[in-house]
């Protein structure tokens, strides 16, 4: 029985879009220049030509070659690593990384798994972990970002790789579960206990985790229960205040007002934190909360509305202009930017995550 569960889990884990949405190009350059030319700068012919996204190739321990894209904010307040869910790549979550920059003001790196998009290799869960390592290598000794300006972003099977770094790094500024799996096992069967045939063991790292953790579900999933972001709420050491978004399914969250909202207050309630000198970090989130708490009942105005003066709304095409013009009474479309773009059958059977 073991080893035929392991391999169902194995098998229905990974869903690379094939063909893949994108090609990586060498950009022309003018001219001739007489010195050894640096490398070519590299270039995703389907998404639009930005000059503050840079387009990477990374090597990992295992060998395999992944594909990177790096969107940089003038200003930035932190960096946020984004691990993306299931059937989607770079190209379909490029238009997503670059909302969330403008719209929260801070470096979002995104990456392709391996056998994911041009990423060399097969996608397996060691694999995943090694390519979110080779990441991280990248954003540490390449840009210079420093752990306690880190955000690690997990979406669905997403939370796999980003659970398994975030336990192993004690000074990260905060972590966001979105839809988050407690275990591969666990989305197909509902098991008790954690087997060692089980992948994306997430329900046993997250007590780890020392930073403020946000998770983010919605309660009408059909494909990960909400009841597993709840577990690993619980878990938590360092609690956020937690989303869950009312109706919400496991392919549409960016289009609920109350996603970018939330996240705009975690990521400034986090940023502040990390700049106070005493106290825990649990102590410190906590009192930032009950302080905006306090405020707002005197001064009778909202922490979004709040949040919204200090971070402007920089982008014409929202996330929340999106939702206004697409979003039908009482029937959320399913999001365009998803990260897991997968047939009815799959969603259906729950096979998928």
């Not at 719209?103 to 060399?120: H, P």
């Not at 659970?163 to 966001?176: K, Y």
């Not at 953790?213 to 009408?220: C, S």
């Not at 009942?297 to 979004?304: A, D």
């Amino acid at each position: 029985m073991g080893g035929v569960t392991s391999s169902i889990a194995a098998k229905f884990a990974f869903f690379p879009p094939h063909p893949p949405s994108y090609t990586v190009v060498a950009a022309e350059v003018g001219g001739v220049s007489d010195p050894p030319p640096a490398p070519p700068r590299l270039e995703i012919p389907e998404v639009p030509s930005k000059d503050n996204v840079d387009v990477l190739k990374l090597r990992t321990r295992r060998g395999n070659e992944i594909v990177a894209v790096y969107v940089k904010y003038h200003r930035p307040t932190c960096t946020m690593l984004y691990s993306h869910g299931n059937a989607a790549d770079l190209g379909q979550m490029f238009e997503l990384f670059v909302e969330l920059s403008n719209r929260l003001r801070l470096n979002v790196m995104g990456y392709d798994y391996s056998g994911y998009g041009q990423s060399t290799g097969k996608p397996t869960e060691c694999n995943t972990y090694a390519d979110i390592d080779a990441a991280y290598k990248c954003l540490k000794e390449q840009y210079g970002v420093k752990d306690e300006q880190l955000i690690l972003y997990g979406q669905s099977v997403g939370s796999g790789p980003t659970l398994d770094l975030a336990s192993r790094i004690p000074e990260l500024r905060g972590v966001v579960l979105h839809s988050p799996i407690l275990s591969g096992l666990r989305v197909l069967y509902p098991v008790k206990r954690t087997y060692w045939f089980d992948i994306y063991k997430n329900i046993d790292k997250v007590g780890a985790v020392k930073c403020p953790v946000l998770v983010i579900h919605g309660t009408a999933d059909e494909v990960v229960d909400v009841s597993h972001g709840k577990q690993l709420w619980e878990l938590c050491k360092v609690k956020y205040e937690p989303l869950w978004v009312s109706g919400g399914g496991h392919c549409n969250l960016e289009l609920y007002p109350e996603f970018i909202k939330h996240l705009k207050k975690f990521v400034q309630t986090i940023g502040k934190s990390k700049a106070t000198a005493n106290g825990s970090k649990k102590d410190t989130v906590e009192s930032e909360n009950q302080g905006k708490a306090s405020k707002e009942s005197e001064s009778g105005t909202s922490g979004t509305s709040e949040l919204s003066t200090e971070i402007p709304e920089v982008s014409r095409n929202s996330l929340d202009s999106r939702l206004e013009k697409s979003k039908k009474p009482g029937k959320p479309e399913k999001s365009r930017m998803s990260t897991d773009h997968v047939d009815r059958f799959r969603r259906r059977k729950g096979l998928v995550w």
